[in-house]
């Protein structure tokens, strides 16, 4: 008779619009995962998970959860400028961590979260998404391939629909998000070093101004 694997049970930080429209139906379509609590320090966001995630509980803080000795890992979904302290407090809690991207807003805080990582016997991941897409699977398949001969120079372009407007705080504000170089720019950054299996020696980068 054959044994079911074990559920990994997940506690997920930050209940806004990527929890809600990527992580979690994602987790939904994970057999061998297991959503048993939310947090976070919106007391409406949680709210709104009740009738989709009835079974979840529900806590207003990151602490709160980390204590939950139910959970074994962590997703940390929260504005960039959290980053570090809630994850080195998962790893303190013994929980495994998946950090949503950027690291953190600044090198300092990055080597530490890095180092923190190496030293921890718990598995620790920056959510690089793009990395799995299936046509950048196909263009790293090809690079490693030799096919193109040297590569030279690379270009990438990223867009998506948003003036800002509507953007939530940690968005608009460099010192909760760190800016669009951030946030948007490192999927770039990420892509050409995955792609390329090189590091990155420097970066130039220039915008027109802001219009408001």
């Given at each position: 008779?054959?044994?079911?694997?074990a559920?990994l049970?997940?506690?997920?930080?930050?209940?806004?619009?990527?929890?809600?429209?990527?992580?979690?139906?994602s987790?939904?379509?994970?057999a061998?995962?297991?959503l048993?609590?939310v947090a976070d320090?919106?007391?409406?966001?949680?709210?709104?998970?009740?009738?989709?995630y009835p079974?979840?509980?529900?806590?207003?803080?990151?602490?709160?959860?980390?204590?939950?000795?139910?959970?074994e890992a962590?997703?940390?979904?929260t504005?960039t400028?959290?980053h570090?302290?809630?994850?080195?407090?998962a790893?303190?809690?013994?929980?495994?961590?998946?950090?949503?991207?950027?690291l953190?807003?600044?090198?300092?805080e990055?080597?530490?979260?890095?180092?923190?990582?190496?030293?921890?016997?718990?598995?620790?991941?920056?959510?690089?998404?793009l990395?799995?897409?299936?046509?950048i699977?196909?263009?790293?398949e090809?690079?490693?391939?030799?096919?193109?001969?040297?590569?030279?120079?690379i270009?990438s372009?990223y867009t998506?629909?948003?003036d800002?407007?509507?953007?939530?705080?940690?968005?608009r504000?460099?010192?909760?998000?760190?800016?669009v170089t951030?946030n948007?720019?490192?999927?770039?950054?990420d892509?050409?070093?995955?792609?390329l299996?090189?590091e990155?020696e420097?970066i130039f980068?220039?915008?027109?101004p802001?219009?408001?």
């Amino acid at each position: 008779m054959s044994v079911e694997p074990a559920k990994l049970k997940i506690g997920l930080i930050g209940c806004g619009k990527v929890a809600i429209e990527h992580h979690l139906p994602s987790l939904k379509r994970l057999a061998r995962a297991e959503l048993v609590a939310v947090a976070d320090v919106h007391r409406e966001r949680l709210d709104g998970l009740t009738q989709d995630y009835p079974a979840v509980t529900r806590y207003n803080s990151a602490r709160d959860l980390l204590d939950d000795p139910r959970i074994e890992a962590v997703g940390v979904l929260t504005p960039t400028s959290s980053h570090h302290e809630i994850s080195l407090a998962a790893l303190d809690a013994g929980k495994h961590v998946f950090l949503e991207k950027p690291l953190a807003l600044s090198k300092k805080e990055c080597d530490q979260l890095v180092e923190a990582g190496r030293k921890s016997r718990l598995k620790t991941m920056v959510c690089f998404n793009l990395r799995w897409h299936r046509l950048i699977l196909q263009a790293k398949e090809i690079l490693s391939s030799g096919r193109l001969g040297f590569i030279v120079a690379i270009r990438s372009a990223y867009t998506h629909c948003r003036d800002g407007r509507t953007a939530p705080d940690w968005h608009r504000k460099i010192c909760l998000g760190g800016g669009v170089t951030f946030n948007e720019g490192v999927h770039h950054i990420d892509l050409w070093r995955f792609l390329l299996q090189q590091e990155i020696e420097e970066i130039f980068a220039f915008h027109a101004p802001s219009v408001t």
